[in-house]
């Protein structure tokens, strides 16, 4: 696999990640409950624990410690050998197990497909129209605020 591929498969991942991560524990269950499952087993049990938030000043300034975040965290093993891994803010334990099994059923052949176009994607979409909406009702509410100019000199 050249370097290209790599990269390409690395940022398919990140963005499934991604998805995954913003999306609703029932809805990811849903979504597999409608598939068939491969035989899995759970390599570490879902489990809580607490990231450091790291912040910058301005955006771009020097990093600073933000502050404390509780994530859920999981691995599941596929009996075809492929591992996955399940990150999630909150003590989601479900959620971190479902993310995990999807992101090792989309690291196989066999089902990458089939979770891309059943979970993945629904999930994405389901997201976007969520934002837009949420974009849309703030709009609504925005005031245009100008400075009027005397005519005084």
Do not use: W
């Not at 509780?70 to 075809?80: D, H, W």
């Not at 099994?101 to 994607?121: G, K, P, R, Y």
């Amino acid at each position: 696999m050249t370097k290209t591929e790599q990269d390409n498969k690395r940022a398919q991942r990140k963005a499934a990640m991604a998805v995954l991560a913003q999306s609703e524990a029932a809805e990811i269950s849903a979504r597999l409950s409608a598939m068939a499952l491969p035989a899995h087993r759970t390599l570490r049990e879902p489990e809580n624990g607490l990231v450091m938030v790291r912040g910058r000043v301005g955006g771009d300034g020097a990093p600073f410690n933000l502050g404390e975040a509780t994530v859920s965290r999981s691995a599941v093993l596929l009996s075809t050998g492929q591992v996955g891994f399940g990150y999630t803010l909150g003590r989601d334990h479900e959620k971190a197990r479902l993310i995990a099994l999807c992101d090792a059923m989309a690291q196989t052949d066999a089902f990458a497909d089939a979770v891309e176009s059943e979970v993945i994607a629904p999930l994405r979409i389901a997201m976007i129209a969520k934002r837009n909406r949420e974009d849309a009702e703030t709009a609504a509410t925005r005031v245009d605020f100008y400075t009027m100019v005397r005519g005084e000199g």
